[in-house]
């Protein structure tokens, strides 16, 4: 009998899939969970006790917009009373002086805030937000002046990449503590965006030339997180620290995925919180088990030396570029797909960018419950524990 598999460390809450944005690298599903099947608080605050009952020790609160979910503020007092750090990944756009307040007073540990370029034009184009830039700087600074560390998150592609030094100044400007400079991941909706957002070989090339020379000049000022983009790398990054093996994700709707993105893999059957324990989820459930650990992989995987470092690399990737979710992560130069990936970055940056794509909120599905309705908490009931 094989072993239980070591707890998680992170916990995504995916609050809600509702955004005031739409991003066209939006790393939400394509079947959007609409208002009505999201979980209610009290079903949140009885699954954040099963996560620090299972090791869990962040809670990262996301979505779509986390804000919109009317019980964020008995949530992150819950995550704080069972000792676990409290992150919440914002837009911003939503949030006032007196919201940051009362989240600040729930407990919350720290906010992460995307930034989508440095100059409202630019930023509200790809935000497909009009006003919003602007509202975010005041937002920034009014977390900072809670006395909330806080993290830019800036998804980088063709259309703001030039803008990266001014991005690094703009953090350290709003006072943030780290800057998050992630590529796109070309999966779900930004897949369907990707020829409007990858980016030129040369355009990388300066982009790490401007981190690398700030990580020098800002060290003990700002912390900057950045990977070279998949579609340019020799090698994957061990995508979500492993399958099954650092982090799990709760959708809106209460399925629970080792990946957020892991609906784009066909075939998987996701248990859902209300009807099964965290517990049995990671550590039994199929999904947690078809891709956790090295004896699921073909060559030249299996017998790699990296096979440990980055376990195949991203199974979310594979499936949209190969078809085959077992298959090594093209962005691997051992895939025999890695040839091709790197051909459609430099074929697609080469030519004019086409407009954006971008996601209407009319295209929302339900996705159906798995639960009667009579069993789902009433919607008065909704916002607290
Ligand atoms: Fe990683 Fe597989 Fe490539 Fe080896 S062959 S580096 S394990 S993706
Ligand atoms: Fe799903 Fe990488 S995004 S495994």
Redesign the pocket.
């Known amino acids: 009998m094989s072993l239980p598999p070591e707890p998680p460390i992170g916990l995504l809450a995916e609050l809600t899939h509702r955004c005031p944005l739409q991003c066209p690298y939006c790393s939400n599903p394509l079947e959007l969970v609409r208002a009505r099947g999201e979980l209610p608080a009290e079903t949140w605050c009885r699954v954040l006790d099963e996560a620090a009952a299972l090791g869990v020790l962040q809670v990262h609160l996301s979505g779509g917009e986390p804000t919109l979910h009317p019980g964020l503020e008995s949530i992150v007092a819950h995550v704080r009373n069972l000792g676990l750090y409290a992150n919440l990944i914002t837009a911003g756009v939503l949030l006032d002086e007196r919201r940051i307040d009362a989240l600040a007073a729930a407990g919350l540990d720290h906010v992460q805030l995307s930034l989508q370029g440095t100059d409202a034009a630019t930023a509200d184009r790809i935000g497909g937000y009009k006003g919003g830039h602007r509202k975010k700087l005041q937002v920034a600074r009014r977390i900072r002046a809670a006395g909330l560390p806080l993290t830019v998150n800036a998804v980088v592609h063709r259309q703001n990449l030039d803008q990266l030094a001014a991005m690094i100044e703009l953090a350290l400007d709003l006072g943030a503590h780290r800057l998050e400079v992630a590529h796109t991941q070309y999966y779900g909706w930004a897949l369907v965006n990707r020829a409007a957002l990858m980016p030129s070989r040369a355009q990388v090339e300066r982009a790490s030339e401007v981190v690398d020379a700030a990580r020098v000049r800002l060290r003990g000022r700002l912390v900057i997180d950045y990977v070279v983009p998949d579609y340019y790398a020799r090698?994957?990054k061990p995508c979500m620290g492993g399958w099954g093996r650092q982090m799990l994700a709760v959708t809106p709707s209460g399925d629970v995925m080792p990946c957020h993105a892991a609906a784009g893999i066909p075939g998987l059957a996701f248990a859902n919180v209300r009807d099964r324990h965290l517990r049995w989820i990671w550590d039994e459930s199929p999904a947690f088990r078809r891709f956790r650990g090295t004896s699921w992989?073909p060559e030249?995987?299996r017998s790699?030396?990296?096979?440990e470092?980055?376990?195949?690399?991203c199974r979310c990737q594979a499936m949209a570029l190969t078809g085959d979710p077992h298959a090594?992560?093209p962005?691997?130069?051992?895939?025999p797909f890695h040839g091709a990936m790197m051909q459609a970055a430099e074929r697609e940056s080469g030519a004019t960018p086409p407009g954006f794509a971008y996601r209407k909120p009319a295209r929302a599905l339900a996705v159906p419950s798995t639960l009667p309705p009579a069993k789902a908490a009433p919607a008065s009931n909704s916002s607290r524990c």
């Open positions: 090698r994957p992989m030249p995987c790699c030396e990296r096979r470092v980055d376990f195949g690399g090594t992560d962005a691997c130069e051992l895939s």
